[in-house]
């Protein structure tokens, strides 16, 4: 079974930047595509940004392209979300989950989040 522990968030001002790491254990990275989503309170869960497990295909949701950045080390088996220009829109519980490469729809495997806060 896959244990998924996010780290990284926290209180940034606008225009900053945060990196989140999403840890796996408990089998291997590769075996898996990871997406990274967002939930703010009052608002509906947010897909923000997958990664494939072998090619290295990426999605992004069009409120975070050109900003943030994910990818993978499968030798740390680690996952990551680099955050840049960061604005109050963005502030939210951060999850990583494992996804399905068809739609890139979560299956199976969530973290309990990290809270990034975007805040002057």
């Known amino acids: 079974q896959l244990q998924l522990v996010e780290s990284g968030g926290g209180l940034v001002q606008p225009g900053g930047s945060l990196r989140l790491s999403c840890v796996a254990s408990?089998?291997?990275?590769?075996?898996?595509?990871f997406g990274w989503f967002r939930q703010a309170p009052g608002k509906a869960r947010e897909r923000v940004a997958c990664i494939a497990k072998n090619d290295g295909s990426t999605y992004y949701s069009d409120s975070v392209k050109g900003r943030f950045i994910i990818s993978r080390d499968d030798t740390k088996n680690t996952v990551y979300l680099q955050m840049n220009r960061l604005n109050p829109e963005d502030t939210a519980m951060y999850y990583c989950?494992?996804?399905?490469?068809?739609?890139?729809?979560?299956?199976?495997?969530w973290g309990r989040g990290t809270q990034v806060t975007v805040s002057s």
């Open positions: 408990g089998d291997s990275l590769h075996y898996y595509a």
């Open positions: 989950a494992t996804v399905e490469e068809d739609f890139w729809n979560p299956v199976d495997y």
